[in-house]
């Protein structure tokens, strides 16, 4: 068993809330110069889902963080080159396994060597390869180039899901190996290429042994959360537990004790030096972000639960099919399943902290339906009914 060194610094439960506030960029001034390749690069992931209500999850937590960025810059800043100057320009971004699928900054590459490893040798998947695919796959994109799952053979063989045909399971096999990458999307489609191509040569190696990668993600964690337990540190990146205490005490993080944590945490030493301070964002924040990523780390941070109810049956959902909690003033002060119909954002329900939560959930609302070009927001269900008239009056003002 791993002895822990003794903790070096004490933080109350507010300060360790707005040290991870300012670690995720939503506290103080977002550094609009970096643009959403500087939100990547900060958070060092940044999930894909393919649900999309006002936006996909990748658009919305650029969003979050830096207001509203043109909805197709945010796509080019992930999966377009660093400059233009041909195809052999370097990508900025990859697609791989980390928390959930996420994009990740292309330099980040040689870390996932250990995940890569543990893919081939991975006994068991819950998808059969049929004899030959994966070499008819790799052999159509060395003849051929960057290509679509539709467009190798076919993504599906029925309509379900599930359902993959056999090049998509060769090629999707090929991605978690490394021999394929996904460093572009078309539309909503990943196109695959292989690694030897798209990946920088600087870049394209396996030469880190596992330790040497998983100090580097630990790392990474640690400076994108701020300050966490271990159990916060291995879910940001998905590790093991054993594979945390193995390298942190050599990752660079310091220990430190949270009032209210009942567990050890580390912080970024970075984040110990000045005290967190600055404008507090007020936004709708994905229910994929990674600031309420962990459940358990939210209600500890936040006091507030946070559960995706997308793949809740309807009878069962309590907040909606895409809630998204609000942030204002450091707190989760509610939160709103939102619709669009037409060029009207519609609040399908919403809940609210109290009285005090209106002005921000409104402001969160507008400055939203701005975003998606809508100019209007309609409320639907509102969990506490006294609260309507007022959030409905605020809206009008704003909107007005």
């Known amino acids: 068993m791993t002895t822990l060194p003794r903790p070096v610094t004490e933080l109350s439960a507010d300060e360790a809330r707005r040290i991870a506030l300012r670690a995720q960029g939503l506290l103080g001034s977002p550094d609009r110069r970096a643009g959403v390749r500087g939100v990547l690069r900060h958070l060092g992931a940044v999930q894909l889902d393919t649900i999309s209500v006002l936006a996909r999850s990748h658009e919305l937590v650029p969003y979050a963080r830096l207001g509203a960025v043109g909805r197709r810059a945010v796509d080019g800043a ?31 590459w040689p870390h996932f060597a250990f995940r890569r490893r543990a893919y081939r040798a991975r006994p068991h998947w819950n998808h059969d390869l049929p004899d030959g695919a994966y070499e008819q796959v790799v052999k159509q994109l060395r003849a051929e180039g960057p290509l679509t799952a539709t467009e190798l053979g076919g993504a599906k ?15 999707e096999r090929a991605l978690m190996y490394g021999e394929v990458v996904c460093v572009e999307r078309r539309g909503w ?50 590790l093991k537990a054993e594979q945390v ?36 964002r007020t936004t709708l924040l ?74 921000a959930v409104a402001q969160a609302l507008v400055e939203a339906a701005g975003w998606v070009d809508c100019t209007d927001v309609r409320l639907e269900r509102v969990d506490a009914p006294e609260l309507r008239e007022p959030l409905a009056a605020e809206l009008a003002r704003l909107l007005a």
């Open 245 to 280: 205490d193995a390298v942190i005490a050599d990752s660079g993080l310091v220990p430190v004790t949270v009032a209210g944590w009942s567990r050890p945490a580390w912080a970024d030493p970075a984040a110990l030096e000045t005290p967190p301070r600055g404008r507090h």
């Open 78 to 108: 992930y999966w377009g080159p660093v400059s233009a100057d041909g195809p052999a320009a370097r990508p900025h971004a990859f697609e791989y396994w980390s928390h959930a699928a996420c994009i990740l900054p292309i330099e980040e």
């Open 157 to 171: 063989r029925t309509s379900e899901w599930w359902d993959w045909s056999g090049a998509k399971v060769a090629v």
């Open 189 to 238: 489609k990943r196109v695959y290429d292989l690694a030897e191509r798209a990946v920088p040569d600087d870049l394209l190696h396996d030469r880190l042994d596992d330790a040497e990668c998983l100090r580097r993600l630990v790392t990474l964690a640690g400076r994108a959360l701020g300050v966490g337990t271990r159990s916060d540190i291995a879910d940001y990146h998905r």
């Open 286 to 359: 994905s229910p994929f972000d990674s600031l309420v990523w962990e459940r358990a780390r939210t209600e500890r941070i936040f006091g507030f639960t946070h559960r995706l109810e997308a793949y809740v049956p309807r009878p069962k959902r309590v907040h909606g099919y895409y809630a998204m909690p609000v942030l204002a003033g450091g707190r989760l002060v509610g939160r709103v399943d939102p619709a669009r119909e037409g060029r009207t954002l519609v609040a399908r329900q919403l809940t609210l902290d109290g009285r005090k939560a209106v002005p």
